[in-house]
């Protein structure tokens, strides 16, 4: 342990010294009391922690419960929806026919009436 | 209650011998056993902790900060870290040395927020319990005097080694510095004192 032997003889005075002057307290009664002082900053520790933990947990609890809640709502109706839409893909009706298709049909029916307007009518007030 | 499941009992944490330092493998089977069931929230196994260490945590804070109140302070700083910090600390892991290093830390930042305070009264503080005019109390007093003079972290390490008996690994682990730093810490420190002891011999 200690090398001050090595030293000069004074040195072992000195390592005496400094074993005195680090010496721990002798006595049970020191340290009993030491011993309880921490366990009872400890014990302070465990209390508080408890304390806040107890004035926490009813609201923290609730909160839990109304995320769930909401989130369980949430989920329900995006399974809906996507239900839904499913369906809708499933069930419509087939493509109507696009207007390139149309075109020529609309084209003649349009030019029909346009002729039927523009045609000259025979005069209906010298009959009468 | 819990401790049952761990085979220990709140009297085997009473009946554990007091100031006895925890050694023997046997002894050391127990401290894991202790360990488990303060883990558990059992307060008897940990005070059980505390009664088996506290001595040698004294003497690590006392190692490091200046009087015997300021290692009171870290001591049950130490415990209180440790107690808070148990959950994280694997029970097969060496428990002294775990918390030796919670009281060295302790001790340091306790140190730190001294010289905050009052850095100018250290050296004062150091002597005042020394001033005795017997010749061993002279030898204490200039050794107080000597050691105020020497960098703070050669002074622990070579109380720690001297006087706690604690290997270069131990210290370096405890003071978050190489071993071979600490081992060159203790030379500079002896020949430190030396020379200190040495001028103030040639004074008188």
């Known amino acids: 342990m200690s090398e001050f032997g090595l030293y000069p003889d004074g040195d072992e005075e000195v390592t005496r010294g400094l074993r005195a002057l680090y010496a721990a307290p002798s006595g049970y009664g020191y340290w009993n009391e030491l011993e309880s002082r921490i366990m009872a900053r400890v014990a302070s520790v465990e209390l508080a922690w408890w304390d806040e933990f107890d004035r926490w947990v009813r609201p923290a609890l609730v909160l839990a419960a109304l995320l769930i809640i909401a989130a369980a709502i949430a989920m329900n109706r995006a399974q809906k929806e996507a239900t839904d839409s499913a369906y809708s893909a499933i069930l419509a009706p087939p493509p109507v026919p696009g207007p390139e298709n149309i075109r020529p049909t609309l084209m003649l029916d349009r030019d029909a009436t346009l002729r039927y307007i523009l045609a000259p009518r025979p005069d209906t007030s010298r009959n009468h | ?204």
Request: include cysteine; charged fraction near 30%; aromatic fraction near 6%.
């Open chain 2, 1 to 204: 209650m819990e401790t049952c499941t761990v085979g220990i009992s709140v009297a085997t944490a009473n009946e554990l011998p007091r100031d006895v330092p925890l050694s023997d493998d046997g002894i050391k089977e127990n401290e894991r056993a202790l360990v488990i069931a303060a883990q558990r929230g059992d307060g008897s196994a940990f005070s059980a902790l505390v009664r088996a260490h506290q001595r040698r945590a004294y003497a690590v804070c006392r190692a490091i900060v200046f009087t015997h109140e300021d290692a009171e302070d870290a001591v049950q700083e130490g415990f209180l870290h440790a107690f808070k910090a148990l959950d994280r600390f694997l029970p097969d892991q060496p428990f002294g040395a775990w918390l030796y290093r919670i009281m060295a830390n302790a001790s340091l930042d306790l140190v730190r927020r001294r010289k905050v305070r009052d850095a100018d009264e250290l050296p004062e503080t150091l002597a005042i319990p020394f001033r005795d005019p017997g010749e061993a109390d002279e030898l204490r007093r200039r050794l107080a005097e000597a050691l105020a003079k020497i960098p703070e972290r050669q002074r622990s390490v070579i109380v720690l080694h001297d006087v706690e008996g604690f290997t270069h690994g131990e210290i370096g682990t405890m003071l978050g510095i190489p071993e071979g730093t600490a081992r060159s810490d203790l030379h500079h420190a002896r020949a430190a004192l030396r020379r200190l002891l040495d001028d103030m011999r040639s004074d008188l």
